[in-house]
């Protein structure tokens, strides 16, 4: 009766600062699709411009993923700490 009890003081199972940051980190970037405008050259150029804006928001996603995991660290590194060192 007892463990059963206890079981219901705790529905939720705590996950780690890795967890948080899957769904950012996890995304894949879709690579640019070439142009077909009769222009090679500028298909090529526009193709260009597509990649580093995808490259731009893959190193946004990667940065806003490390941003979570440190903060998370953080927190956790102070929750962990007794409350005469903090």
Request: include cysteine; aromatic fraction near 6%.
């Amino acid at each position: 009766m007892l463990a059963a009890s206890l079981s219901a003081c705790s529905t939720t199972v705590p996950s780690g600062c890795s967890e948080l940051a899957r769904g950012v980190l996890t995304t894949p970037t879709p690579h640019a699709v070439i142009g077909n405008t009769g222009d090679a050259a500028l298909d090529w150029q526009f193709y260009g411009l597509a990649e580093t804006a995808g490259l731009n928001a893959a190193n946004d996603r990667a940065a806003t993923g490390y941003a979570i995991i440190h903060g998370c660290e953080v927190r956790d590194s102070v929750a962990v700490k007794p409350w005469y060192r903090r």
